[in-house]
């Protein structure tokens, strides 16, 4: 093993995104992170993992994918799990509401929940986006495995990282404002009346919501989600420009939240809503936690997958199956017709060069 390649082994994984070793002849390999981040379309597109080597062997030194690229592959738990960033958001995220509802307005209102969710999602963005696609959204990653942009066998291990990251995040917004919840209720942990602090973790229905009310919302919720980020990233649309990534998914949620958010929270997320809830209900708040709303626990929980596959199912289908054929397409420079010289104009014809 030659000193470039014990270097590589060395460096830590989050350092992989896109490293090369080289041979002691000059072959020289490129290995990629498997996936992809939120600037190469939000992690919603595949590509090979090795094009160099398409056919899966190496020419110049005879070793097979696999083998080039199994020390950058070991990285997959550290690089892409426990990168994942949705500690980060929910902890923002989490941390607006708590600070809403014990401050009771005095620290911010509805409008400051949707707008500390928006930037927690920019945040986590900027944090993640490079190492894990930042989907911090299992909907997210299990539309992406529908639509083949992420392996299967990818799916458990970002969900778990999500419910996870989920679960600490509520666990470090508790210890932060354990003082604050408990001066509130006055040491009595509910999950509805006017002292109910529950709701400071996961989202609980308005009271006038019915259970079929709420999966619709979560549903179209979900689904205005996932079809609003495959357009901002289809590359053949209007997509995002380069570096404003984190910026445009961030505005996205906080448009969602105040246009959706009241009759439910706008969970749109069963890793964020699952785990501050098991949390919950080993903090205090008892088994509660899943009684209340008529048992409203399983809406978040299963309503944002089928949301999100029927978003970008359609976006697929009236979109993305709509776009002319590239090779067919010829680009022709934007030329206003108007300033087109009259010595160009032949029988009423106006010539624009190619």
Request: charge should be neutral; glycine fraction near 12%; include cysteine.
């Amino acid at each position: 093993m030659n000193r470039q390649l014990i270097q590589h082994v060395a460096l830590p994984a989050a350092t992989h995104l896109r490293e090369t070793h080289t041979h002691t002849h000059t072959h020289t390999h490129t290995t990629d992170n498997l996936a992809y981040p939120i600037y190469l379309h939000f992690g919603l597109w595949g590509k090979p993992d090795y094009p160099e080597h398409p056919i899966g062997v190496c020419n110049g030194c005879h070793r097979t994918t696999a083998q080039v690229c199994s020390l950058h592959n070991s990285y997959w738990w550290s690089g892409e799990t426990v990168m994942e960033p949705i500690w980060w958001m929910e902890v923002f995220g989490l941390g607006t509401v708590a600070q809403v509802v014990t401050g009771e307005g005095y620290f911010g209102e509805y409008l400051s929940i949707n707008i500390g969710f928006g930037l927690a999602v920019a945040m986590g963005v900027h944090v993640g986006g490079k190492v894990s696609g930042a989907h911090m959204n299992a909907a997210v990653s299990f539309t992406m495995c529908v639509f083949g942009r992420l392996r299967w066998k990818m799916l458990p291990l970002y969900v778990f990282a999500q419910f996870l990251g989920s679960f600490l995040a509520a666990g470090t917004i508790f210890s932060l404002y354990y003082d604050a919840i408990n001066h509130f209720c006055g040491g009595n942990l509910t999950v509805s009346g006017p002292k109910a602090t529950a709701g400071i973790f996961a989202t609980y229905p308005a009271p006038y919501i019915s259970v079929y009310t709420g999966f619709f919302d979560q549903v179209a919720g979900t689904g205005l989600l996932l079809l609003c980020l495959m357009a901002l990233s289809d590359q053949r649309n209007q997509p995002l420009v380069s570096g404003g990534e984190a910026v445009g998914v961030g505005l996205l949620v906080m448009l969602i939240g105040v246009s959706m958010g009241s009759n439910s929270g706008y969970a749109i997320n069963p890793t964020r809503d699952l785990g501050p809830r098991l949390f919950t209900l080993m903090a205090g708040w008892g088994t509660e936690v899943f009684r209340a709303g008529n048992c409203w626990w399983w809406v978040p929980l299963v309503a944002p997958f089928i949301g999100g596959v029927l978003g970008a199912l359609i976006y697929k289908a009236l979109v993305e199956l709509h776009h002319p054929d590239l090779k067919s397409t010829i680009t022709r420079p934007a030329v206003d017709p108007e300033c087109i010289p009259l010595d160009k104009c032949k029988n009423g014809r106006i010539e624009i060069p190619v």
